[in-house]
């Protein structure tokens, strides 16, 4: 038979779309062409597959090789299909069963020894092809990650030569084994002295899924309680991990096998573009809110970002997800991230201090605070003050804080709340799910108007303070927001309040 069919996947964004490698072989003069919007990569694999097969002591056929890749209007790029390729033409050449290929897929670079080479998103392609009930076969160092899909069946091997003889029943290929996770350590929250404000609004913001932003002097301990964040979070369950490590496989970046199932955890540096933030490039990558879905993105020094990277984040905050457009890709990757942010209150860091230390103007501070725009700063829910601590509270011989793991109980607890009531985290709460839960009494309604009349808030500050109010009654065990659930919640917008007083 001079056709064949292969099965292989492409890699787009975070989604691995069939590929079907069709192989003919015809007369005419010895050649080799791949048609299917294939780019360089895969145009030089016919000098990688031919070196292979000869290798493996098979012998290429001197005839006229047509290799299209199916659909023809999605590029193709990398080694990922010399696999299917050099498969395709040996079946389609006499030299391999046509049926063994059935109800497999294949992933894989050849060197030109035969070797397979691994390649990157091989998770989201075996997740696909389960979903499709053929097995996958893929080189060895792709084999632990592919084994995260546990519904799959998938095999490695270490050469073409390998493959063969497995398609040809006589030899069997070893099962890809799923190494130990091994979680790192997190950090404990009991290293925290003092600030009992900002430990509230951090236990607020895990059991409710709430952005978080941290204001006060340099040293005040923001990046010490936000590293602390993680571990008061719950557990992602398994389908939450596996697309979390499916977007850390696709981003070229690498995927950490030993802690896959710990919720990311990622703080780029001031400098990063919006590129680096939200993804990007010819051909594109997720971007940091990708590798924080489900998890949380930390951003420190947050007014000495620029402008451009921060107002990026207003779109995916709100969608918890980002639409990459170019010439001629699109991709849409998945960014449900928990901010956590930090900063100073004005550029000499000590603003409000009791030892009177800042020199800045008012002017100088209205505009350091400035460089974070309104619209960004009503979709954080949580504005807390971080004051300096006197040195009677730091002393190493004092009393632990509150440990992470009966913080954590009262955040699984309320977390059991919101789940019971048939609805998601509560910052994730739609219009709609927002009137059904977040009922008030007729005085409590009151006293909200006048607050968002008094600071002059938007609709979206109304919606996130009645979301607050509900994190904060779900810890409390209440069913209903009581009035002081609905304060507290009104105590967190600091600084749209700071924004009315510099207006004034």
């Known amino acids: 038979m001079s056709l064949a069919i292969v099965h292989s996947r492409a890699r787009v964004g975070v989604r691995a779309p069939e590929v079907r490698v069709e192989v003919h072989l015809a007369g005419g003069l010895p050649a080799m062409s791949i048609v299917g919007l294939p780019e360089a990569a895969v145009r030089e694999a016919k000098d990688r597959v031919r070196a292979a097969i000869q290798c493996a002591q098979f012998e290429f056929p001197a005839r006229r090789i047509t290799v299209n890749l199916a659909p023809a209007d999605l590029p193709k790029d990398g080694g990922r299909y010399d696999l299917a390729i050099a498969l395709g033409i040996l079946a389609a050449s006499g030299q391999l069963s046509v049926e063994a290929l ?16 691994p390649v990157d998103g091989v998770l989201a392609a075996a997740l696909a092809a389960g979903d499709s009930g053929r097995s996958l076969i893929v080189p060895p160092g792709n084999g632990a990650e592919a084994a ?23 030899k069997a290929l070893p099962l890809a084994e799923l ?18 404000q900002a430990r509230r609004a951090l236990e607020i913001a895990a059991a409710g899924a709430h952005h978080l932003l941290l204001v006060g002097p340099p040293g005040s301990g923001k990046t010490l ?26 981003s070229g970046r690498g995927l950490d096998l030993s802690c896959w199932r710990q ?19 010819a051909d594109p990558r997720p971007g940091e809110i990708s590798l924080a879905h489900h998890g949380v993105l930390f951003l420190d020094e947050l007014p000495e970002w620029s402008r451009h990277a921060l107002e990026v984040l207003r779109e995916p905050l709100e969608s918890g997800s980002v639409s990459i457009s170019r010439a001629a890709r699109h991709c849409d990757f998945p960014a449900r991230f928990q901010l956590v942010a930090a900063m100073n209150p004005c550029p000499c860091g000590w603003a409000g201090d009791p030892a009177g230390r800042c020199l800045c103007s008012d002017e100088t501070i209205r505009r350091y605070r400035a460089r974070i725009s309104g619209p960004l700063l009503e979709r954080i829910d949580l504005h807390v003050e971080v004051p300096r601590l006197p040195p009677t509270a730091l002393r190493t011989d004092g009393a632990p804080g509150e440990s992470s793991a009966s913080v954590r109980e009262r955040v699984l607890a309320a977390r059991e709340r919101q789940h019971a009531r048939g609805g998601p985290a ?13 009922r008030l009494t007729a005085s409590d309604t009151a006293l909200l108007e006048r607050a968002v009349d008094a600071l002059q808030l938007s609709a979206r500050s109304l919606h996130r303070i009645l979301r607050v109010a509900r994190t904060i009654a779900d810890l409390a065990g209440s069913d209903a927001i009581e009035t002081p659930h609905l304060t507290e919640a009104i105590g967190y ?5 700071g924004r009315e007083r510099a207006a004034a």
């Open 102 to 117: 059935e109800g497999r897929e294949f992933l894989g670079e050849l060197a030109l020894t035969g070797e397979l080479r």
């Open 148 to 170: 995260l899909a546990s519904r799959v069946e998938i095999r490695t091997a270490r050469t073409l030569l390998e493959v063969c003889a497995a398609l040809d029943a006589r």
């Open 179 to 196: 190494k130990p996770c091994h979680p790192a350590v997190t950090p404990d929250l009991a290293d925290v002295r003092g600030q009992a």
């Open 225 to 250: 309680l936000a590293s602390r964040l993680g571990g008061i979070l719950p557990e992602p369950t398994e389908a939450e991990a596996l697309e979390a490590a499916s977007i850390a496989s696709a």
């Open 263 to 281: 919720r990311p955890f990622r703080s780029p540096h001031h400098t990063a573009s919006a590129v680096a933030l939200v993804g990007g490039g």
């Open 426 to 438: 509560n910052a994730h709460l739609d219009q709609a799910q927002t009137n059904a839960f977040c």
């Open 493 to 497: 917008r600091k600084l749209e309040r």
